[in-house]
């Protein structure tokens, strides 16, 4: 799944409006997402830890791209208000369910 967020939405008002879609649905506690997060500007590596291990990496034009898992929506949606509660804009968002048995890469929040 991609979605991409408008210039002026924030990270919080982006998440919001797919909640409201039905589009991040998520019940059986056993199912995990990858993610993957692009953010406009760059995040220091050092703030892994604070996003929960993510992986951070930069794209050519400067922005920032997180990647990992998260165990469920509330883990999701508190990063996402961590992210802008830091003033960082959304540029996209993309989550795949994975079988948390399987799930190998990433560190789970």
């Known amino acids: 799944m991609f979605l991409s967020a408008s210039p002026e939405q924030t990270v919080l008002e982006f998440y919001q409006s797919s909640l409201s879609e ?6 059986e506690s ?3 997402q990858s993610i993957e997060i ?11 830890d604070w996003i929960g291990g993510l992986v951070i990496s930069y794209t050519d034009e400067g922005n920032t791209i997180l990647t990992g898992q998260v165990r469920d929506q ?3 949606y508190g990063l996402l208000e961590k992210l802008s ?7 996209s968002f993309t989550s795949q369910r ?4 399987t799930a190998k890469e ?3 929040m």
């Open 98 to 101: 994975t079988d948390a048995s």
């Open 22 to 27: 039905g589009i991040h649905s998520l019940k």
């Open 38 to 48: 692009r953010v406009k500007g760059q995040i220091d590596r050092d703030w892994s």
């Open 30 to 32: 056993q199912i995990m």
């Open 106 to 108: 990433g560190r789970k």
């Open 74 to 76: 509330a883990a999701l």
């Open 85 to 91: 509660n830091v003033g960082m804009q959304l540029l």
